[in-house]
């Protein structure tokens, strides 16, 4: 192939483009870390000008053109190869971007930041009806935004875009409402079961051994360290600056064992993704993972379909005993797996366990595509949350902070952003079916605590593509299936009907 | 006075502009902090795009057309108004910065990039051959950088002027001539006395209770937790992203312990400089110091009249003492004060004691004009700089790595940096006397631990102000003369002569 100026041209710009969002990158991980107080009011206008700089550079003229000048090029390039993809999605990301008017964009910005403040403090005082103004706002500069895209099947589409790219509302209400009666007849079933103990797990729990114990266990799952670090911060997150830098976050809680260490490995799937992106693509629009759908696969992979087995345990648990030997020195093996796998439904999305979290999300998503459609006011959507909760998990909040005002998204106005997480889920199970059929000693490994090529496996099939592929080309791709809730029903099934003696 | 349009909009670019380069200091925070070195590669990319992108905003044609447009009314406005001041400085350093065609910034970028590199490499194998076509071409690069400024009353001042805004060539000469012979003979009387002796401080200190006694004493000194943080850094040093993130930055020596405590100290001058700047100035061309010499002296004046004296430590030796009881706890506190205090001939400028320090400063600044001027060869200059330092120390290299090639400055093409070094002390000692005169019982106040006046008559006088004044008007604003060696020369003499009975 003969170069090709414009394309040398178009990487260039988006070679800078890439560096400022990495920026903002940085400043954000600076800002959850270690920044002092003082610096917030600097760091927010730091912020506003990278992005703005950021959006500016990424939606010039001279990119539209190139863009537009590549076309026929494009067309005659081999149509997976990282050229053509890259012209692609750029094209895709640009034209999203430079339909949004800038007014628009403005106050998108100015009401989601008020909004955040206020759903702040309605929170604190379990008051909706002061965020409610603010969630209308929103929902109707959304309905704005969305509506911009014409045509489109369902008003959604275009911000289930915004989170995976080429995903329909229509396929995920099919996905889910498949998944929904038998994921809620799966709950009611453990409910009536006699409830695990794992009351073990709540006592004191040394800081520095739960640090050494998730290090040593990532690790082992082949984060490189000489490409990252693990830093504290509030609430725990991965970060990239390419695939050089990735870093992770995480929290202690001194009295319970459970939460860091998993909040550990799943980070740690995100980062194993955005380590293992092939560097070629560095710096351009596809250095990046193909949707927060397949990289929550990653890290919900390593949080439970790894770090919540009993395979995994098997290696482990006698090194975790040596560190907690007052803990759990006689606590067997399959006790503390159980217990690490307790069922119960309850209040909170982020404490949820592995089999009760998906409700919460479904919840979400059909409450989000109500509201999107008017069909549901935001006026009524706290009586609506809390009749949901019922319906899926048999619980009721006793008040708005534990129920519809629990989540910060909704504030920052991401709405499309919640069905990422219970993707992510589905996917994991259905990569999981096949990793198993490609590694047959795969669980063999895993007892020794060796991972080399799982991870191998997840990088050739997953991570290397980096944003190539939209979520359901790159399922279809590895699995011969689109999305399909079928792999994530068999493993809950069969794992907790074992724990629960179903 | 009425509000006027064109200056709020150049305030707005410079704004943005600000934001950048304080982005680039992030970037160079956490690259000396924390970065992982797989990030390396990227990073030099980062710091490329935003340098590239903060020029172009700050060399912008409406900047230019803004400052032009601005010139009546700033004749009108209070001369030591905040806004006058901003016209001017900024308009100085507009000024500067498009004089400089492109390609010459490239060039020079590049050229420094390979000589920095080259530079480690000879100072390891102390081969000053390998570095001198490099050192060549960075002085032949600086005299046309400097040509582009024309007329000038020696070549030397324009790249002076980029460290010191409007000092002159001549100015420090006259200076350092009267300072040198003062400064040599005092050393020659020092070297024949008998040494003090300094052995106990290098011994094992432990590293947490050094970190906790420096926090201690610059939480004293007034620096502000809420705004700033210390970490730790291979070269320490402070940065700021305006008065509201001021870092400072240090390094242990397990085996020493006046290592990490008085650049700890140092580094707070630095910080309490930036701290007090008037946040009026924040995101502007004013939030920064008046030049590296007054930075200079505030790290100077903590670090060495007040760390070093033996007010200080009649407050905190015992304090020390009881950090370090098998140490310290039989030490007497004048054999501590006299130790620290050791003054010895060296070779290496960083290690040097504070009255043999400007010693080194001068000599570079002696080769370094002649450098500049041509009246020194390069290839000569490993024979000038051992004449020069047998000539003011009476010390010989025995290799280049110890000699020529011990400092980074010229590596990276700083040149006219030095001096600022030296020109500190002797700002420092003049404010001394000052302060000492308007707070007559600051002796007592030091022996008692309490700084808040001290610190607070350096915020009015000084940090406050920011960039407002240039180095030479400020020092006259506030002692009444411009620099002069006088203070510093009587500070010395009377300090070492009695500590080595002179």
């Known amino acids: 192939m003969e170069p090709n100026p414009n394309l040398d041209r178009l990487k260039l710009l988006i070679n800078e483009a890439i560096d400022l969002y990495h920026m903002i990158g940085l400043l954000s991980w600076d800002q959850q870390t270690y920044m002092p107080p003082g610096g917030a009011p600097e760091r927010g206008h730091q912020m506003a000008t990278l992005s703005r700089i950021g959006h500016l550079k990424f939606t010039s003229d001279e990119i539209g053109r190139l863009l537009e000048d590549l076309k026929p090029y494009a067309a005659e390039i081999a149509p997976d190869s990282d050229d053509a993809r890259l012209i692609k999605v750029t094209a895709h990301r640009y034209e999203k971007l430079i339909k949004v008017p800038a007014d628009l964009v403005a106050e998108f910005a100015n009401v989601t930041s008020d909004a955040h403040l206020v759903w702040k403090q309605a929170r604190e005082k379990s008051e909706f009806a002061k965020f409610q103004p603010y969630l209308e706002k929103i929902f109707e500069l959304r309905r704005r935004y969305a509506a ?31 998944l929904r009666p038998q994921q809620v007849e799966l709950i009611r079933a453990i409910t009536e079961r006699p409830q695990v103990d794992d009351s073990f797990l709540h006592q004191p729990y040394d800081e520095q051994k739960q640090w050494d114990f998730g290090v040593e266990v990532i690790t082992r799952f082949g984060y ?54 092939n560097p070629n693509l560095d710096r351009t629009t596809l250095g990046d993972g193909a949707s927060l759908g397949i990289h929550e696969s990653q890290s919900r992979l390593y949080e439970n ?62 409450l989000e595509i109500a509201l999107i459609e008017g ?65 047959p000693d795969l669980h063999d490994q895993i007892r020794r605590g060796v991972f080399a090529d799982l991870t191998g496996w997840m990088q050739e099939k997953i991570h290397r593509h980096g944003k190539k592929f939209e979520p359901q080309e790159l399922v279809q791709r590895v699995t011969g299936n689109k999305i399909d809730p079928g792999p994530y029903i068999r493993y809950l099934t069969t794992k907790y009907g074992e724990i629960y003696g179903l």
């Open 148 to 178: 911009l895209f014409v045509p489109y099947d369902h008003i959604y589409d275009p911000l289930l875009d915004d989170y995976e790219p080429g995903l329909k509302t229509a396929e995920v209400q099919a996905i889910f409402s498949t």
């Open 224 to 277: 490189d360290w000489k490409r990252g670090r693990q830093d504290r911060a509030t609430h725990p997150f991965t970060i990239d600056f390419g695939t050089g830098d990735v870093r992770i976050t995480t929290r202690f809680l001194p009295n319970y064992f459970a939460s860091a260490f998993f909040s550990t490995t799943h980070e740690c799937g995100h980062a194993l993704y955005a380590q293992g992106i």
């Open 305 to 366: 379909l790894i770090g919540r087995s009993r395979d995994f345990w098997v290696h482990f648990y006698p090194r975790l005993q040596e560190y907690y030997q007052a803990q759990l020195g006689n606590i067997p093996l399959e006790t503390f797996y159980k217990a690490i796998n307790k069922v119960e439904p309850s209040l909170i999305r982020v404490e949820a366990d592995e089999a009760t979290y998906n409700l919460h999300i479904m919840l979400r998503l059909e």
């Open 375 to 439: 069909s549901l006011e935001v006026k009524d959507l706290p009586d609506a949350w809390n009749n949901g909760m019922r319906a899926y998990l048999g619980v009721t909040p006793p008040n708005d902070s534990q129920g519809v005002l629990q989540d910060i998204h909704w504030s920052h106005g991401y709405i499309g952003y919640f069905s990422t997480y219970a993707l992510g889920n589905l996917i994991a199970a259905q990569l999981w079916e096949c990793v198993n059929r490609d590694i």
